[in-house]
């Protein structure tokens, strides 16, 4: 340990989280490393989990827990970003491209060149730069950085050749700072050391210095809802003990994959490799020696497609369901249904390379939703005559009693392994994409194939092994024998195929090549095994290809968080499949003596003393990982490896969190209690959860309040990806909320808090914008916080404000919050919540309006104007006008938005509103904002001045006996005047003209 590093030093220090965080940088390094995909440092152990936090964000979280904040919050905001990696000098050591010497010489103004650079030959640079190298004597010289120059003075000239661009740019073309993890704080240590007192020379060592100073050792992070490991795997990288617990034993699968795998050292890695390689090899052996893929010509099947086929009640006829012809774009090849009138069935010829013209033909298949209601329809034609039946009629989908609806599917038997003869839906196997190796080079040729009588041969060869298999390897636990509980999304296997059994999910020849690599694995090589399964069963869609020139592909069965069934489905042949057991991964060696724990327990069950907590639990999660998973316990639960044997191989669903109602207070507070009982005094808990209803507010006070522990800062970082953000209406950001825990029963009243909320969360705004100011220059004119910034720490003020009190007008606020709700009634913390958060809007009057007239305004109007300066300033994103519309409780904010896309999105000028939000049902309704937008529409539109004003007189109410209605006219034309300048000129000049045509009116 250091010398300079003594023991509780900041023990009681805020947390530099508590006080600040700059969320618009995390935000875009977060929307950096989403948009990595596959690419992402964990994402590879299990692309099939949902939710990944972005580590970004988790390393944010442990150093803001660790670092103090400072009378100097300007120079803790600076220490942070090199921490992070987000200073101009580490964004240089991430830029893919280093600027050459004589390029930073011909730019860059050195004041003694010498200091930096040597030339060949020597002593024949001039003293200072900018250089300009036309001169022909200098023609030939080349230029060398010094030997001696130290890497902060390098990095210092390389980021001053930066593009002067907004951060959002430079991050999109900078690398992600763990793609340079090893080198990237080369030049951080001596401003930060100084600043810190510590005497570090890495992360992991400031991590271990900054924990001995607050809780007198290494600091233990824990994560007790850990998923994927995102939070805890980054904890441990940046050099910390970490304590990570999962309900679900495949989350804990992926978390020990992180820390022994990616994390492992170079022994365990080849190690790792070695055995991959054995693996498959032997799999290989055993498919090869049954001879079911190959068609003895020297072709080896990649992919078979596979369908269901049902008889059409109106005609008699076996029909496919297909919902396209299509096979593969690239490759423009085509099924095509051949009558055969005797069987009352179709073969399926297939043609590749067909013309334009026929392969557009093909999109449309015999499964159809055009009809009424969407539903889909079984479509076919025999001699002309066109049958449709919808698919619930083919299932016979019929009410029940109770209202449920049930259909005459019958349910498979833990035995089947496929349809019996008798079954309403059947499967077949109706075309095959072969390869070969080409004659000359590594490539091979390919080429998709209608099915052959030898095809059927080697089909029905792989279900007769299966069929004489499947019992011993359910016995020994090779294959999945567990049943599919019924749940929110296990139900549709259930219902739409009667599948009751995991198997049922999987084929043949998917259980055939599953459980030879279960029984041939150990633990290291089960996370390739999970990655296998997803990629090839019953639920995996054929993708015809994106593109010019690709054949088509196999997706993954969790493509998104459902067990979407399908009619026709892509098999990938082994080589396609037991090949993905490598794992392409990264490789980022933890510190040998960190202590890390994974364990396989609720987490109330948690019995470990842990200095920090960050989460990230199901709050009204739209994952349903406790069942969805279940894919992949079943093929592990009854013969787990050593590795993973004291987990518990169930996903317990009754035990998970989940849902938004009471049953979900209770197991958050429950969870939050026992957290906050194994946390010292100085303990500190960040909790990560997803922004999307107007009532997290109250719900995530109550819980924090009734688990003893109060909040002191609140965050919002954006977290979507774009791919994200077009899925859904509702832009999605992660809120921190920071807590510690609550010391004491202090008392309160209400009327005693109006005033204390109210200047505390007009203290809060004072900071931040100072900070905004005070950061001017550091950021090429960008603010560290915006106005949705600045809500979002208004309303944790709030919160902070009122979770410090353990009772309120008499009131024991722990038991209060955990009171059951009635539907539709307005608890007492409710009316504490909603009041704090109305206090915190009231403070965020835009600049250019006096709070008097600000007050006057309904929340529709204050939107519009708040909305109207966000957008002269730039900011277009969706996400602020949810935030606002929320804030200002505007029922229906999209009446008034012109765009609701993404990144563009805008309210509706005066013009585009036209005549329209005039009438009672609109929230405008005889405001003074709506008024004088149609003065700036008629004005536009060059209306005589006095019809004008005539207008306005009637439109706004109690024009002429209220001297102050007059007044916000005025306030609100020169406002728009002001901030519609460069948005829309037309509509600031007519603003500017209302203002002094009610100036200058005659009243009387
Ligand atoms: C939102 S996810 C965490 C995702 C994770 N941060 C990541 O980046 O992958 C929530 C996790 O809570 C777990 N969970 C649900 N109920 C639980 C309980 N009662 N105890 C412990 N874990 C639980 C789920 O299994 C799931 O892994």
């Known amino acids: 340990m250091s010398a300079f590093v003594k023991a509780f030093t900041l023990k009681d220090a805020p947390s530099l989280i508590e006080h600040l965080l700059p969320v618009q940088k995390l935000s875009a390094e977060s929307y950096k490393e989403q948009m990595a995909v596959q690419g992402k440092t964990l994402t590879a152990l299990g692309s099939y989990w949902k939710g990944r936090k972005p580590l970004i964000l988790s390393k944010a979280c442990v150093l803001g827990c660790l670092l103090p904040a400072t009378s100097d919050a300007k120079r803790d905001l600076e220490i942070f970003e090199m921490l992070m990696s987000m200073d101009d000098q580490s964004i240089a050591a991430r830029w893919p491209r280093k600027p050459k010497p004589r390029d930073i010489l011909a730019t860059v103004g050195i004041a003694r060149v010498a200091d930096f650079f040597v030339s060949d030959p020597p002593l024949l640079l001039p003293e200072s730069s900018p250089v300009d190298w036309s001169n022909p004597e200098l023609e030939k010289v080349k230029v060398f950085w010094r030997d001696d120059l130290s890497i902060a003075g390098r990095r210092q000239l390389e980021a001053q050749m930066l593009p002067k661009v907004p951060y959002r740019t430079l991050v999109d073309q900078a690398d992600r700072a763990e793609e340079v993890f090893d080198t990237v704080d080369k030049h951080i240590w001596v401003a930060v050391n100084r600043h810190l007192g510590t005497e570090a020379q890495s992360i992991q060592e400031l991590m271990e210095q900054l924990g001995i100073m607050r809780f007198g050792h290494r600091p233990r992070v824990a994560d007790t809802f850990c998923g994927s490991g995102q939070i805890p795997f980054e904890a441990a990288r940046l050099g910390c003990d970490v304590y990570a617990s999962d309900l679900n034993p495949v989350a804990c699968m992926l978390t020990w994959g992180a820390f022994n795998i990616v994390g492992g050292d170079e022994q365990t890695r080849r190690k790792l490799s070695a055995d991959q390689d054995e693996l498959v090899r032997r799999v290989h052996e055993q498919i090869d020696a049954l001879e079911v893929e190959t068609d003895g010509k020297g072709w080896r099947a990649k992919v078979f497609l596979y369908c269901v086929e049902a008889r059409c009640p109106q005609s008699g006829w076996m029909v496919p369901l297909l919902p396209t012809l299509m096979i593969s774009k690239g490759n423009r090849v085509v099924a095509e249904l051949v009558p055969d009138v005797k069987r009352k069935r179709y073969d399926i010829a297939i043609h590749s390379g067909v013309e334009d013209k026929r392969f557009k033909n093909a999109a449309q298949g015999t499964v159809r939703t055009d009809g009424p209601g969407q539903d889909p329809y079984m479509v076919h034609a025999v001699a002309g005559t066109e049958y449709r039946t919808k698919i619930s009629t083919l299932r016979g989908d019929y009410r029940n009693d109770d209202g449920t609806i049930g259909n005459r599917l019958r349910q498979w038997d833990k035995r089947d392994i496929k349809p019996t003869p008798d079954d309403i839906f059947q499967e077949r196997v109706y075309c ?525 109410r109690d024009y002429y006996s209220s001297q102050n209605q007059r007044e916000l006219v005025i306030e609100l034309a020169n406002y728009l005047s002001r901030k519609l300048e460069t948005l829309r000129p037309d509509e600031a000049a007519a603003a500017r003209v209302l203002r002094e045509l009610v100036k200058g009116q005659r009243l009387g």
């Open 432 to 956: 095959i994409q072969w390869m070969r190796p080409k004659a000359k080079g590594k490539s091979d040729d390919y080429k998709f194939c209608a099915i052959t009588p030898e095809d059927l041969t080697r089909e029905r060869k792989v279900d007769e092994f299966m069929a004489g298999h499947l019992a011993t390897w359910q016995a020994k636990g090779w294959i999945p024998d567990m049943r599919i509980e019924p749940g929110d999304k296990t139900d549709e296997p259930i219902r739409t195929r009667g599948w009751t059994h995991w198997h049922h999910l999987f084929n043949p020849r998917q259980l055939l090549l599953g459980g030879l690599v279960n029984q041939m694995s150990q633990g290291h090589l089960k996370l390739g095994m999970a990655q296998v399964l997803n990629s090839s069963s019953r639920l995996t869609r054929w993708s015809l290809g994106d593109g010019d020139g690709r054949t088509g592909g196999v997706k993954q069965a969790f493509d998104n968080q459902a067990l979407n069934t399908l009619f026709n489905y892509g098999c990938r042949g082994s080589r396609f499949s037991v090949d993905l057991i490598k794992l392409r991964l990264k490789s980022f060696p933890l510190r040998p003596n960190l202590k890390v724990s994974i364990k396989c327990h609720s987490a109330v069950d948690l019995a470990e003393p842990l200095d920090i907590f960050i989460t990230d639990p199901p709050y009204g999660d739209a994952v349903k990982y406790e069942e969805i998973l279940e894919y992949f316990i079943a093929w592990l639960r009854k013969n787990p490896p050593a590795e993973f044997a004291d987990w518990v191989w169930d996903s317990r669903r009754s035990l998970a969190i989940k849902g938004e109602d009471e049953d979900f207070r209770r197991g958050m507070v429950a969870a939050y209690k026992r957290m906050a009982e194994c946390m010292p005094d100085n303990g500190i808990q960040v909790i990560m959860f997803t922004h999307q209803s107007g009532s997290i507010w109250a719900d995530m006070a109550n819980i924090v309040w009734a688990c003893g522990l109060q909040v002191t800062a609140a965050w919002y970082v954006v977290t979507e990806t774009e791919s994200a953000l077009r899925q859904g209406s509702n832009v999605k950001g992660t809120v921190l909320l920071v807590l510690r825990r609550r010391n004491g029963n202090r008392k309160t009243t209400r009327d005693e808090l109006a005033w204390e909320i109210q200047e505390e969360v007009e203290a809060q705004v004072r900071t931040l914008t100072g900070l905004n100011q005070d950061a001017k220059g550091l950021y090429r004119d960008e603010n560290v916080f915006e106005d949705a910034d600045i809500q979002m720490a208004g309303y944790a003020a709030a919160l902070r404000t009122l979770t410090r009190y353990a009772i309120i007008d008499g009131r024991d606020m722990t038991v209060e919050a955990i009171r059951p709700r009635v539907k539709g009634e307005t608890t007492f913390v409710d009316g504490l919540i909603a009041f704090a958060v109305d206090t915190a809007n009231q403070c965020l009057v835009p600049q250019g309006i006096a709070k008097a007239h600000w007050d006057h305004f309904t929340g529709p109007e204050r939107f519009y104007l708040k909305l109207i300066d966000l957008e002269a300033k730039g900011l277009k994103t969706l996400d602020n006008y949810q935030n606002f519309a929320k804030a200002f409780k505007v029922r229906d904010f999209r009446a008034l938005m012109a765009s609701s896309k993404a990144n563009k999105a805008r309210v509706k000028s005066a013009i585009e509103f036209g005549k329209s939000e005039i009438s009672e049902g609109s929230e405008l309704h005889e405001s003074t904002l709506r008024a004088a937008l149609y003065a700036l529409m008629e004005l536009v539109k060059n209306v005589d001045s006095s019809e004008v004003l005539a207008h306005l007189t009637l439109n706004v």
